[in-house]
């Protein structure tokens, strides 16, 4: 499930990807594995990594990776802000997302 996390919304499926570009089998698939499927045209980066069109696979990961942290996180002040009242999508990714931008982001001191 770390592809849940990386930094890039689309996937390096690119043909003439090379497996041995690669480190690892497990590097080459957490590169690989989609989030979306295809690229509708028109849609900006912020709408595409909330409405989608998502993976099946992602759509079921997103949850499993919300309920892990939920379990790590909930109970501390790290989910105050990364869990966002008026988002109901339990999206995993977007969690880690808020996380990561309130302690580690730009404005991290």
């Avoid at 690669?22 to 698939?29: C, F, I, K, Q």
């Avoid at 990961?61 to 942290?69: E, G, K, V």
């Avoid at 869990?83 to 109901?88: G, H, L, M, N």
Wanted: with cysteine; net charge negative.
């Amino acid at each position: 499930m770390s592809y849940i996390f990386r930094e890039q919304l689309e996937c390096d499926s690119k043909n003439d990807d090379d497996e041995r570009n690669y480190e690892s089998l497990d590097d080459e698939m957490v590169a690989r594995a989609p989030i979306v499927e295809g690229r509708p045209t028109g849609i900006a980066d912020e709408d595409l990594q909330a409405k989608g069109p998502f993976s099946k696979a992602f759509l079921i990961d997103r949850f499993t990776a919300y309920n892990l942290m939920h379990d790590i996180f909930g109970e501390s002040e790290v989910w105050i802000h990364a869990a966002v009242k008026k988002d109901k999508s339990k999206c995993g990714r977007r969690i880690w997302q808020r996380g990561w931008t309130h302690y580690l982001g730009p404005n991290n001191v």
